[in-house]
């Protein structure tokens, strides 16, 4: 059974970094063709993709975002880091982290954490 | 960016009624392996995405057969053949034949 989960800062500062991670079970970032991805949704809006991390530890961002974008992961935690740097009001969002399988792409996601960016 | 366009925007349908959501993307999502890179996504209230469909038209596990997907090239569709309460939702397509990864706006079905 494939389940990810969410976690990080619920409030942060303009101008601060936003680091979030992805706990996930039930499958292993060592297999092939297998990949962890984050994407956003600000509140009563429409999904958004940030960020693509495989297996081979190639990585693919959001060029609107890719500078302020940084994905990696810990294999032997079972997890996936995201950070957000120079956070800013309009990146208020619930961010939702899920699974890339072979042949399947964001088949599985986690619940979502609401991030809100306020001084 | 490919840009995917979902029409219409929202939709109140009558539980048993059929109901259709057309998606179409700016460039083709047709790949030179032969799989065309179409998914759709039902996000129910207050929860997190979940795929129904791959490729176009297969479904995901678990998915209802009253769930359908069709389409090629640019323009693609999801069919209810009979809509019930639990269909009620956001349904957003997304391609991901190029990077970025692309979502249409959503199309809210609700109940009548």
């Known amino acids: 059974q494939i389940t990810l989960k969410e976690s990080g800062p619920t409030l942060v500062k303009p101008t601060q970094t936003l680091t979030l991670t992805c706990t996930f079970s039930?499958?292993?970032?060592?297999?092939?063709?297998?990949?962890v991805g984050w994407i956003r949704q600000p509140p009563g809006k429409a999904l958004e993709w940030l960020a693509l991390l495989f297996w081979d530890d190639d990585k693919r961002y959001s060029p609107s975002l890719k500078s302020r974008l940084t994905i990696t992961k810990d294999t032997s935690k079972n997890q996936v880091v995201l950070t957000v740097t120079n956070m800013d009001p309009v990146d208020t969002a619930t961010y939702y982290c899920?699974?890339?399988?072979?042949?399947?792409?964001?088949?599985?996601w986690g619940q979502g954490t609401l991030v809100t960016v306020s001084s | 960016d490919i840009v995917m366009t979902q029409t219409p925007l929202s939709l109140s349908v009558t539980p048993g009624q059929p109901a259709s959501i057309s998606c179409k993307s700016s460039?083709?999502?047709?790949?030179?392996?032969?799989?065309?890179?179409l998914y759709w996504y039902l996000q129910k209230p207050g929860q997190p995405p979940q795929l129904l469909i791959s490729e176009v038209s297969n479904r995901f596990s678990g998915v209802p057969d009253r769930f359908s997907g069709s389409g090629s090239g640019t323009d693609f569709t999801l069919r209810i053949s009979r809509v019930e309460a639990e269909d009620v939702g956001v349904y957003y397509c997304m391609q991901s034949i190029l990077l970025p990864l692309t979502f249409g706006g959503g199309t809210k079905v609700e109940i009548k």
């Open positions: 899920a699974h890339k399988g072979y042949g399947e792409l964001f088949a599985y």
């Open positions: 039930g499958f292993s970032l060592s297999t092939s063709g297998v990949g």
């Open positions: 460039q083709s999502l047709l790949h030179s392996d032969g799989k065309t890179y």
